[in-house]
């Protein structure tokens, strides 16, 4: 009886634990993500001005949600996305995507936040299913892409976009750092990494599969751990 006891408390304990860790509060919205992965460690910053996907990665940050979950998806001079928990204890071979929160996330489209290399975006179903482009409830995807000559940009516009415009101050990102213009409006961006890029550079590189689970790295990559970091000057 006393043990039974003891294991109640115990629980309750580890359940207010959890709820209390997963509180957003105001100073969680200072500080920055370290996302501690097997190729190197990479620091995130989330934008204040898509609030609905900042938050909802901090209480993921802070639930260690994404701890133990792999880099599913990886293709060089594009993207490495990760996110999903089933990839946690995945067998070799395995086709992933699929897992995540029950809940979507609103679009939170901005036009001065665009793909360039090293954002982080989250990831969605198809147009078809989804007409309103809602947000993967954890699923992410981090900017690599390539960088674009004005010629280049100028067939995206055309040929990808429809028509519109890319401002100019973000053509000359995209010309200097590089990026995935034509990504820009259909997937929410909502933070950037401050630090390790190169990580990026190392995961885009590894080799991938070709088979059912195309994209996935033969040799697991993986989020070792994520949590909130003091924030400091760029």
Known sequence: MRFKLVAL?????????FSQDSTIRKKDRKKDVLMVTSLGDIVIRLYDSTPLHRDNFLKLVKTHYYDGVLFHRVIQNFMIQGGDPNSRTAS?????GNGGPSYTIPAEFRTTLFHKKGVIAAARTGDKE?????????QFYLAQ??????????????YRLNGR??????????????????????????????KGLEVIDRIAAVPTSKAADRDRP?????????????RHKK
């Open 9 to 17: 408390i115990m629980l309750a304990f580890s359940f207010s634990a």
């Open 130 to 138: 989804n007409p309103l482009k809602a947000s993967s409830g954890s």
């Open 165 to 194: 415009k890319i401002p100019l101050d973000q053509r000359e990102v995209y010309k200097t750092i590089g990026g995935i213009p034509h990504l820009d409006q259909n997937y929410t961006v909502y933070g950037e990494v401050v």
């Open 92 to 96: 070799a071979g395995q086709p992933l």
């Open 218 to 230: 033969l040799e697991d990559v993986k989020i070792i751990s994520t949590r909130l970091i003091k």
């Open 145 to 158: 892409g390539k960088k674009f000559t004005d010629a280049g940009l100028d067939s995206v516009e055309t």
